[in-house]
């Protein structure tokens, strides 16, 4: 999923969190919403699809206040229904607060059961929704947010960048070991001095949008508020060993976006150089899978000094194919995504550069889709290591049954998407390329920095 926040008084922050999460609608299409916080209430609109497909110009118009936060969803828990849209609001004794979460808790069963036994309602089965019920259950009577926040990071284990917004101000906070990024802005005054603010993301690329200047990351464990008393940093719960989502590096942030310094893309650039020094192979042409595997492809062919060029043509108006919840649908979207160049491949041996190979269902559409146009050898390069394990805290490979390397060795799997050769970057060639910080890598090497429940777990596990 996408979060982002928006504290700005003079400024249109429902416009503003709309081109926002146009930027961010890459890390979920399946929904989208914008609660505003008006100075006297909270005003929540969201419903299923893209975010173009959500806000109308009039919509927007009707949403005035000083603040917002937003959020696209790609879900990982819970069934895909509007009540599964966020932000979700939680009015408990009168305190009205809309929350925007991207991450998995994976202990909100047993948190819901709780909640549900002092009688609170719930409207969905996502464990987004246990969260934002317990930080307005915690909250209580005097209406100190807070503590209500601070209480529930206490509880609450897993993954989690969050937005949350009330009538008069802005909150955002993130799991003790900085699995799922957050990023805080700032908003330049225009010129006569108004229009001054605050935001904060789940990636930089949607500042950009909306033109504030990056500030630094929202630490892990710590908790976020601004108001008319302008920022303040509280302790939200301890922080622990950083294990950052490494799979943002791989796949799923934008290239532009800058984490700690270097931009995506360049991180993917050097990733395809690694696994050009790791795996190397002769070909006339090398290509990527757009748009993930293009920047490794060009780093790949440049460092073994081949030919990058195109090989497959992307239909831009189709979403990405794994959003699509069912295994038919997946195979369909590729398809409606891709189509080779045949002009570019034609009796050519070439290199096929992807970011991932999950269920395998796109490597083998695409091996084949470049055979039928004549390629004469395909050689896959993947720029990240066998994914095994199931992701438990916010990225949706979660059974492990499906992952193909969880079952077949990288022998195996080439045979299976009919690749005439196959290697995936090691997991040191991919930590030598992304900063140096504590990563979670768990679907690479099963080490899951957060204890899984068995609970949780059970069913996802071959
Ligand atoms: P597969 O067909 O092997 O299951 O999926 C791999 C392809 O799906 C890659 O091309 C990758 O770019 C794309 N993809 C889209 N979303 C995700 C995601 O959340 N995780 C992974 N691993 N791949 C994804
Ligand atoms: Fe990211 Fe993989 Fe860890 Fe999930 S298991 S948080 S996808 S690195
Ligand atoms: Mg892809």
């Not at 077949?408 to 970057?425: G, T």
């Amino acid at each position: 999923c996408g979060v982002f926040g928006i504290w700005a008084p003079d400024r249109d922050v429902a416009r503003l969190t709309c081109f926002a999460l146009r930027a961010l609608q890459h890390r979920g299409q399946e929904s989208a919403g914008i609660a505003v916080g008006n100075g006297s209430t909270v005003l929540v609109r969201k419903d299923l699809g893209l975010v173009a497909e959500v806000f109308s110009d009039y919509d927007l118009g009707a949403m005035p206040g000083k603040l917002a936060v937003g959020h696209v969803r790609y879900g990982t828990s819970g069934a895909r229904s509007w009540e599964a849209a966020q932000p979700h609001l939680s009015t408990i004794d009168d305190v009205i607060i809309a929350l925007a979460h991207n991450g998995t808790l994976v202990n909100s069963d047993h948190l819901r059961a709780e909640l549900d036994r002092v009688g609170v309602r719930f409207r969905s089965n996502t464990d987004s929704e246990v969260a934002a019920k317990l930080i307005g259950f915690f909250t209580g009577h005097e209406h100190r947010i807070i503590k209500g926040i601070r209480h529930t990071m206490n509880l609450i284990e897993g993954g989690y960048a969050m937005a949350l917004a009330r009538e008069n101000a802005l909150y955002a906070f993130r799991d003790p070991h900085g699995i799922r990024p957050l990023v805080l802005g700032e908003l330049p005054a225009r010129e006569d001095g108004t229009g001054a603010g605050w935001v904060v993301a789940s990636e930089t690329c949607a500042f950009d949008i909306v033109g504030a200047r990056f500030v630094r990351e929202i630490e892990p464990g710590e908790i976020i508020r601004i108001s008319e008393d302008g920022l303040v940093s509280e302790p939200g719960t301890q922080a622990r060993a950083t294990h950052n989502c490494i799979f943002e590096e791989v796949y799923f942030s934008r290239p532009d976006s800058i984490v700690d310094g270097s931009s995506v893309y360049s991180m993917r650039y050097n990733m395809g150089r690694q696994l050009a020094r790791e795996a190397p192979v002769d070909a006339d042409l090398v290509i990527g899978v757009p748009d993930s595997g293009l920047p490794p492809a060009e780093g790949f062919a440049a460092e073994l000094g081949l030919k990058f060029g195109e090989g497959l043509i992307k239909n831009r108006y189709v979403a990405r194919t794994f959003i699509q919840p069912t295994q038919e649908m997946r195979q369909m979207g590729v398809r409606l995504k891709l189509n080779a160049l045949r002009d570019n491949v034609e009796g050519k041996r070439i290199v096929m550069v992807d970011d991932s190979i999950v269920r395998g269902t796109t490597s083998k559409q695409i091996v084949r889709m470049l055979k039928d146009a004549g390629a004469k050898e395909v050689h896959v390069r993947i720029n990240c290591p066998e994914v095994k394990w199931p992701c438990f805290y916010g990225i949706d490979t979660d059974v492990q049954a499906q992952l193909i390397s969880a079952t077949k060795n990288v022998e195996e799997v080439c045979q299976f998407i009919e690749a005439d050769s196959l290697a995936f970057l090691s997991l040191e060639g991919l930590e030598s390329c992304v900063p140096k910080v504590g990563w979670c890598k768990a679907c690479y090497n099963g080490e899951y920095p957060v204890e899984v429940p068995p609970a949780f777990a059970a069913g996802k596990f071959v």
